[in-house]
């Protein structure tokens, strides 16, 4: 078979990305939106967002830190607390304020400590989302320091999603970011309103890029990276043509000097290369004809949103990863760095 010298798609979405806030902000929307036409913020901001005012606020910097011609969409999450209210949460999203909910459990990732310490905790926030059709967004992994960090998303899924799931069978529910064969199968297996995101970074990379040569900071995320294996289910799922599973990059970039530390933060910038990433692996697989329907339509089917009008083109042209973006004093260290990727999206006029 013949490889096509370009790839034209429907223009796609990103239903997991962290924007971030302050001098990141305009670094972060910028290569966002020159990827994609809409995409799902993530909350876990300093303060995290919890209220309208705050995510109509956000929604205004997002706004503003878009470079002019680029035509993009944040769509905003609440992050769910202990303490959150449940009747700001569902007027949020009755009047498109929020499109969903992100569960972290307390402590599990970034900015996550004013998280939800027991789900139990926010039963009625679900039961209210259930209701009128809200998606809940879980980073599936539990926080006990005694469960080994490579189990901690299997273990979430055995003694808090399944519990969860079964006390409201009719809630949406988007598994994030999923690393696992466990979650793969899980999510198979579940009914239709149970869905999962996929990484670009979690296709390409297994735990040895953590210690490839040395310590890697720029290959440390959260969910970490799980064995080849893994990685093996979570590429048959992507390319598998199931709605259930689709794009959503979580690419979270941090400072330079944060990720290159004694304690690096978790994060893998893909923003900047995130279609030319995830094209790779759909070639690689033998289902570059995929791409778009699970780049460009499963998610906002999932969603309940309209398909993106016009189209985005991937041309086969090796290009070279560079091996820093900077902007506003802010250096990130992208997925990729310094490395050639077969692929590149064609930037619009
Ligand atoms: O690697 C990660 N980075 N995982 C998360 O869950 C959060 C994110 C961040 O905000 O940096
Ligand atoms: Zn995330």
């Given at each position: 078979m013949t490889s096509p010298s370009q790839l034209t798609l429907r223009r796609p979405d990103d239903w997991h990305v962290h924007l971030r806030d302050g001098t990141m902000l305009e670094l972060a929307v910028a290569d966002t939106a020159r990827q994609f036409a809409r995409a799902i913020c993530m909350p876990n901001l300093v303060p995290p967002v919890t209220t309208r005012a705050a995510a109509l606020s956000y929604r205004q910097r997002i706004q503003a830190a878009c470079p002019a011609g680029l035509d993009f969409t944040p769509l905003l999450t609440a992050y769910l607390t202990d303490a959150i209210d449940p009747q700001e949460v569902a007027a949020g999203y009755e009047e498109g304020v929020f499109a969903a909910c992100k569960l972290y459990p307390?402590?599990?990732?970034?900015?996550?400590?004013?998280?939800?310490?027991?789900?139990r905790n926010i039963d009625a926030v679900l039961e209210s989302m259930q209701e009128i059709g809200m998606p809940l967004l879980v980073?599936?992994?539990?926080?006990?320091?005694?469960?080994d960090v490579f189990d901690r998303e299997a273990v979430f899924i055995e003694t808090v999603l399944e519990p969860l799931l079964s006390r409201f069978p009719g809630l949406k529910v988007v598994l994030e970011h999923i690393t696992t064969r466990d979650a793969v199968n899980f999510v198979t297996a579940a009914p239709v309103n149970v869905a999962a995101t996929i990484t670009a970074h979690h296709l390409h990379i297994d735990r040895n890029a953590l210690f490839d040569g040395g310590l890697r900071?720029?290959?440390?995320?959260?969910?970490v990276a799980k064995r080849r294996g893994h990685r093996e289910a979570l590429r048959h799922a992507a390319v598998s043509?199931?709605?259930?599973f689709f794009l959503g990059t979580d690419s979270a970039p941090h400072p330079r000097s944060a990720k290159e530390s004694a304690c690096g933060c978790a994060g893998?910038?893909?923003?900047?290369?995130a279609l030319e990433s995830y094209a790779e692996v759909f070639e690689e697989e033998g289902r570059l004809e995929r791409l778009e329907a699970f780049a460009s339509e499963y998610g906002p089917r999932f969603y309940g949103l309209a398909l993106n009008a016009g189209s985005v083109t991937l041309e086969r042209t090796v290009q070279t990863v560079p091996e820093v973006v900077e902007n506003a004093g802010q250096s990130v260290v992208p997925f990729k760095a310094g490395q050639e990727l077969r692929w590149r999206l064609r930037q619009r006029a």
């Open positions: 307390a402590g599990a990732t970034t900015n996550s400590d004013a998280g939800v310490t027991d789900v980073h599936g992994e539990v926080v006990n320091p005694e469960v900071p720029h290959a440390y995320c959260l969910p043509g199931n709605p259930k893998i910038y893909t923003a900047p290369v």
